[in-house]
């Protein structure tokens, strides 16, 4: 199904490395549609035109083939988006909401959404319960929402039940994938 994969954290270490780089090679193996599309959501200020020159130069330095197939990438590009926002500001969250359901109008993503929380552990349950207080949790007739939770899933017993009682008041837990951020390529690659 064609979908938006929404990254928070999106101007961090694991975006430029490993998941736009795997992103970029499903297009071009042709694994994923055509319409599939990525925001990047982080607190850096960025333009749609700068994020997807950034992810050009990563997919060129990070991917297996180290070299970018000038055609795929304009496919590719064209459903890269930016938003700048806060993990607690709930206008930010209307703002990503109204540019999803753009991405879905323009791009035929049909609602499908999968949320990558690749940010600091301690923002997971803010994220997830700004998620739901702005509806987009709830996945819309025929479509699908999932997100992506990387570990640490707290820091002992304690805090992931804590965390984990937290993130299922907007969430069910087929909604949810706990990984490890070194195997979320292959966890990316396997939910699309």
């Known amino acids: 199904d064609p979908c938006t994969v929404i990254i928070f954290g999106a101007s961090g270490d694991l ?9 970029y090679r499903l297009v071009q ?9 990525i925001v990047g959501q982080a607190r850096t200020a960025n333009t749609d035109e700068a994020f997807r020159a ?11 083939e180290k070299k970018v197939d000038d055609e ?13 926002s806060e993990i607690g500001n709930s206008d930010d969250y209307r703002k990503l909401s109204e540019l999803l359901d753009r991405i879905d109008r323009e791009r035929g993503t049909a609602g499908n959404r999968l ?3 690749s940010v600091a552990p301690r923002f997971y349950a803010e ?12 996945a819309k007739p025929g479509s699908w929402v999932r997100v992506i939770i990387e570990k640490p899933f707290g820091s002992d017993l304690v805090s992931a039940r804590r965390l984990n009682q937290d993130i299922h008041e907007s969430l069910d837990e087929s909604q949810i994938y706990r990984i490890d951020h070194y195997l979320g390529k292959e966890t990316v ?3 699309l």
């Open 15 to 23: 975006t430029k490395r490993k998941l736009v780089p795997a992103l």
């Open 29 to 37: 193996q042709r694994l994923v549609p055509a319409e599939f599309a």
């Open 54 to 64: 950034k992810m050009k130069q990563s997919v060129a330095q990070f991917s297996e």
């Open 72 to 84: 795929v990438w304009r496919s590719f590009a064209q459903g890269l988006c930016y938003l700048s």
């Open 115 to 117: 949320f990558y929380l």
């Open 127 to 138: 994220a997830v319960a700004q998620l739901g207080k702005a509806g987009l949790t709830k």
């Open 189 to 191: 690659q396997n939910l």
